[in-house]
């Protein structure tokens, strides 16, 4: 629920084409972050949604007691000139093996399968810049928020293996632990809920066995 007793919704759509039907050349084409919002506790919702930010997909919003919309997102997008050299996605293909050298041709201009966060401090009408929170292949973020303020970041990860971790912020999102925990050694795509003990409860795809 946003302020004014508003209700928001979150979606991420890939933008590949323009408003007239003409597709956007790879090169710059990118996804997009929106935020439907209702005034009547979802009866009807806004016909034109308000763009949040480019290059976020699979968007999880959190509004906090004091008026701040904390949002996740997976980012992604092509490399801009002034990025660090080092700012790339080491591998995309799922049929590439180490030393990864044919993603590296496809790819090495990819900025992808990161987690970002940005917040709202006006009820959604301005957003902060994405800030890049997580490293490659960290990503589909949820936020949850416990009874003493502190906001947990459970986030997914596929390196050599699958499983979900977390960072926590004291300060609504201004700053993240240093510290990596793990949650656990399996699975992505993970969705998490305070209960009203402080309990968190998450839910992912599990893929032992499979």
Known sequence: R????????????WDLSTPDGKPIPKAIAHAET???????????????????????????LLALPSGRLLMAIRYQRH??????????????????????????????????RFTAILYSDD????????????????QTASLVR???????????YKTDTRGQRFVISYDEGE?????VFQLNADGQYASS????DDTIVTAFHGTKGL
């Open 34 to 60: 929106y935020l439907y919002t209702s005034s009547d506790d979802g009866k009807t919702w806004q016909r034109e949604p308000k763009p949040i930010c480019a290059h976020g997909v699979e968007p999880d």
């Open 193 to 196: 809920i305070v209960l009203t």
């Open 175 to 179: 700053t993240w632990s240093r510290t």
């Open 2 to 13: 946003l302020p004014e007793g508003r209700v928001g919704l979150v979606l991420g759509a």
């Open 146 to 156: 416990l009874s003493d303020g502190t906001v947990v970041l459970p986030f997914g």
């Open 79 to 112: 490399k801009f000139a002034n990025d660090p050299p080092d700012l790339a996605s080491p591998h995309l293909l799922r049929s590439d093996k180490p030393p990864y050298t044919k993603s590296k041709q496809l790819y090495s201009g990819l900025v992808a």
């Open 123 to 138: 009820g959604g009408n301005t957003w902060t810049e994405p800030r890049l929170l997580t490293g490659f292949d960290e």
